[in-house]
């Protein structure tokens, strides 16, 4: 099993460009989560996905959209890149049965000029 | 709302040494507690959990005691080695109905073990 995967693993984008992060996991597990990692502020959530179909917004949703029209694929989309989002962008999955236990995929380190 | 707070880091010590690393937290329900750990250039594992007042997780020879009278949940071990070089996070996920995936984390403590 490959767990999570990310991609890309590193990215530069000027304001106003769109991007889409990807994630795929093939534990066939039914919840996803997108977190962003900033120094001195541990992970925050962004958005969320209960299975196929479902997504809900977490702490920190403003200027990113997600879908989730399979159980294995949760992409982040940036419409408009701004400075304020560069960070670390990790996806994670985890089961219902132990939602708490999350496995995260590596990172995505984004840069927005 | 529902947060956690970690002691600031960076943290040094020398191999074999002792560690503590501090956590508190503020929830409104009964949550569940747990440290994640993140190597340098990884993702975050889960290290250890607690669902209950006075469990005591453990892992790895970690070890943390969910204290209710203290909201508190922190980490340590008894002899450091400089694999456990990384950033420990304190996380707390709320017990409601459906919020079973979400995930309150604290701002992370460097941990740097010297040989």
């Known amino acids: 099993n490959a767990g999570v995967t990310q991609t890309p693993k590193f990215q530069v984008l000027k304001t106003g460009q769109s991007m889409t992060l990807q994630c795929a996991q093939d534990m066939n597990h039914e919840y996803m989560s997108w977190y962003r990692q900033d120094p001195g502020m541990g992970l925050r959530l962004i958005h969320y996905s209960v299975g196929a179909g479902i997504t809900d917004q977490g702490e920190v949703p403003n200027g990113y959209n997600v879908s989730r029209s399979t159980t294995e694929d949760f992409p982040l989309r940036l419409l408009s890149a701004a400075p304020s989002q560069t960070s670390v962008y990790f996806c994670?999955?985890?089961?219902?049965?132990?939602?708490?236990?999350?496995?995260f995929g590596p990172g995505t380190r984004l840069t927005v000029t | 709302g529902d947060s956690v707070t970690q002691m600031e880091g960076p943290v040094t010590l020398s191999e074999e040494a002792f560690l503590t690393i501090n956590c508190t937290y503020t929830?409104?329900?009964?949550?569940?507690l747990f440290w994640y750990v993140q190597y340098p250039g990884e993702g975050l594992q889960l290290l250890l959990k607690a669902t209950k007042a006075d469990d005591k997780g453990s892992n790895k020879g970690f070890e943390a005691t969910y204290r209710k009278e203290t909201t508190s949940f922190h980490l340590e071990k008894g002899s450091v080695q400089v694999s456990d070089s990384a950033v420990y996070f304190c996380a707390l996920s709320d017990s409601g109905e459906g919020r079973g995936n979400k995930l309150v984390f604290g701002a992370g403590t460097i941990l740097r073990v010297k040989s």
């Open positions: 994670a999955s985890s089961r219902p049965q132990s939602s708490y236990e999350q496995y």
């Open positions: 929830a409104t329900g009964y949550p569940s």
